[in-house]
């Protein structure tokens, strides 16, 4: 996770913030090679005997790229296989995401974000829309030094802050810290993160306002020949709590 430039889809998942301006969603996913489509699925662990495996699946999604390495489709699964949810981009003729359409399992609109940019390409804001064409929430970026994402402010609809996030950024250039503060400026979360050599996540601390540790999750990963991550187990306290599994194909 280096430069933070681009959107967030529902929830603020600030752990996972991928903001790129000018990057492709490959890039922003820390990915390399020509990708067609990802099929990602999370296990619920077993531990046998101190080996671990793999139980019930808990979640399953798709995400379908163009050949410029943006996506075009991302399509989230249900147990039985059935469609959950489906986000569908486009973009301008300059390479831009231009908004994002988020339909039910019964292909019914449920959400429309559109983005804006600066001159200089920058995402500045990114506006979501309910099925009835209301404004939900707004969602305003600002930037730093080296176009740096340094601060991300969640509005009501009537322009009302509602929660503020500041970034802070290691000297390689990758996502350290993340502070969330409630609409009155009072801290509610802090959270770190330590990467490796190839800039995925391999450390993630929650501490409360007080500085009272509430998580800590460690990952691991296995590779696969581009240097993609195929298998990541997640553990709290020594203990794992998740297997991701990607099966990635490549054009």
């Excluded at 996506?71 to 973009?91: G, M, N, P, Q, T």
């Excluded at 176009?147 to 996502?175: A, H, W």
Aim: include cysteine; aromatic fraction near 12%; hydrophobic fraction near 35%.
């Amino acid at each position: 996770m280096k430069k933070i430039r681009i959107l967030l889809v529902g929830v603020l998942t600030l752990s996972i913030l991928n903001c790129f301006a000018q990057k492709t969603d490959l890039k922003k996913l820390n990915l390399s090679g020509k990708i067609s489509s990802i099929n990602e699925k999370t296990y619920q662990p077993i531990i046998s005997e101190d080996v671990i495996s793999k139980g019930r699946m808990v979640q399953w999604h798709r995400n379908v790229f163009n050949s410029m390495g943006n996506k075009v489709e991302d399509l989230k699964f249900r147990a039985d296989s059935s469609i959950d949810k489906k986000y569908v981009y486009s973009y301008t003729n300059e390479g831009f995401r231009k908004d994002l359409c988020i339909y039910s399992g019964d292909n019914l609109l449920t959400l429309k974000i559109e983005y804006k940019y600066d001159s200089e390409g920058r995402l500045l804001k990114d506006v979501s829309f309910n099925d009835k064409g209301q404004i939900e929430k707004e969602i305003a970026y600002l930037y730093g030094k080296d176009d740096f994402l340094t601060e991300v402010n969640i509005l009501n609809p009537n322009g009302e802050l509602q929660k503020k996030v500041r970034y802070v950024y290691s000297s390689s250039g990758f996502m350290a810290e993340s502070n969330q503060y409630k609409a009155n400026g009072e801290l509610e979360r802090r959270i770190t993160y330590l990467q490796d050599l190839k800039g995925n996540n391999i450390e993630e601390k929650t501490y409360s306002f007080e500085g009272i540790l509430l998580t800590s999750v460690l990952y691991k990963y296995e590779y696969d020949v581009w240097g993609n991550w195929i298998k990541k187990t997640s553990f709290s306290n020594e203990k794992p709590v998740s297997i991701t599994e990607r099966k990635i194909i490549y054009f």
